[in-house]
Structures are given as C-alpha cells and as structure tokens.
T-cell receptor, first 111, second 115 residues
C-alpha cells in the first residue's frame, strides 16, 4: 500500500536554478504534510510542513505547495545550492502520530 | 541544538537472536517513535509511544517487537527473535507534546544486519 508516492527517484539541477520535488498521495484524510531531507548515514531532518487547510507555506528558500484536489504536494527550492544535494522525503499524517513516507527523491545540485 | 541519539550505529546479529536498539530522545520531548527503512525502500512507521504506553503501531510491529522506556532518558526497541527480513536501518524519533503538528526529530539510525 503506497499511500504516499514520489515518482521521481532522482533529480539533477544546476546551482542557482529551481528544484521542484513532487509527491502524490491517495488518502484524502491526510491532514498534515512534511518534507524531510536526508544525508547519507544520517537520520531524516525536518525541512518544512503544511497543514491541509493551507495551500502554501514558505520558509526561506523552501516553499511547499499543496493541491488537495489533485492530491499533490511539491517542494520548491530556490535558488538551489550544492549543499541541498540529499534525498528528500515527503510524509503525510491522517491524525495522531503515524506518518506515511514516500520512497524519496535524490536531488543532485550541480555546481 | 539538542538531538536524538541512537546506539549502536551498526548491530550485527545472528538470526533468531534477540536484539535491543537504544535511543535517547530529546529531553523535553514526550512522544517517541520507531521507524525502519529496508535498503532501497521507503521509511516505514513502526510504533509511537506516549505516557509509558504504545499509542499507535503499524502492522509491521508484531509480537516479535516491543518498546520500553526503562528510565527517564532511554527508549528501546527490542526484537525478540530476529529474522533475515529484519535487516534494515532503524530510526528513532521524538517530538514535543502540547503543540499540534510538531515535526519529529530523528536520530541517525542503527543499521541492523541479521546473518
């Protein structure tokens, strides 16, 4: 059961350009979404979140967009930096504390 | 910045043996979690723990698994009789209680290898 899907396993972007990472979900009951960033040999690190009552949340270079009708979530990173190279996971919650993770997208920012 | 710490970083165990993975959550956090990530697959929720009891668990968390908070700082995951398919990265996480929608802070994981 793949309730949260990240269909692009990898993405390469030039430094300074925009990175767009996508996430689709199937369960309309999800009420809270997060993006995590993960470097090799480290645990996921929280990046940004959005509640289902909003359609956009911005934090510095990171913006998350939520399209509930399409059940689609995206993370925009502008401008992309080499240090952004990592695996990005989206996660979603129905209620409570059980989060469903996507399979991750590996972002490479080329200097 | 406070962080979640996990020990050991790598655990190698014979199939059928018991294994205990240890975690020290962030000190003012009251919710605790275990996740696992089998190589090449997604991060999967195992269990959440609050007020000294399991609050939620997934279908993965069967009778072979147990969690415990033996003292004020540690949070452990025990696998009673390990199987080959238990080989994975196990991540501990914690979050603050009281404010809704708080993100979980993850440790760096324990790589469990079952031989």
């Amino acid at each position: 059961d793949q309730q949260v899907k990240q269909n692009s396993p990898s993405l390469s972007v030039q430094e300074g350009r925009i990175s767009i990472l996508n996430c689709d979900y199937t369960n309309s009951m999800f009420d809270y979404f997060l993006w995590y960033k993960k470097y090799p040999a480290e645990g996921p690190t929280f990046l940004i979140s959005i509640s289902s009552i909003k359609d956009k949340n911005e934090d510095g270079r990171f913006t998350v967009f939520l399209n509930k009708s399409a059940k689609h979530l995206s993370l925009h990173i502008v401008p992309s930096q080499p240090g952004d190279s990592a695996v990005y996971f989206c996660a979603a919650r129905i209620t409570g504390n059980q989060f469903y993770f996507g399979t991750g997208t590996s972002l490479t920012v080329i200097p | 910045e406070p962080e979640v710490t996990q020990t050991p970083s790598h655990q190698v165990t014979q199939m059928g043996q018991e294994v205990i993975l240890r975690c020290v959550p962030i000190s003012n956090h009251l919710y605790f979690y275990w996740y696992r990530q089998i190589l090449g697959q997604k991060v999967e929720f195992l269990v959440s723990f609050y007020n000294n009891e399991i609050s939620e668990k997934s279908e993965i968390f069967d009778d072979q698994f147990s969690v415990e908070r033996p003292d004020g700082s540690n949070f452990t995951l025990k696998i009673r009789s390990t199987k080959l398919e238990d080989s994975a990265m196990y991540f501990c996480a914690s979050s603050v209680q009281g404010i809704s929608n708080q993100p979980q802070h993850f440790g760096d994981g324990t790589r469990l290898s079952i031989l």
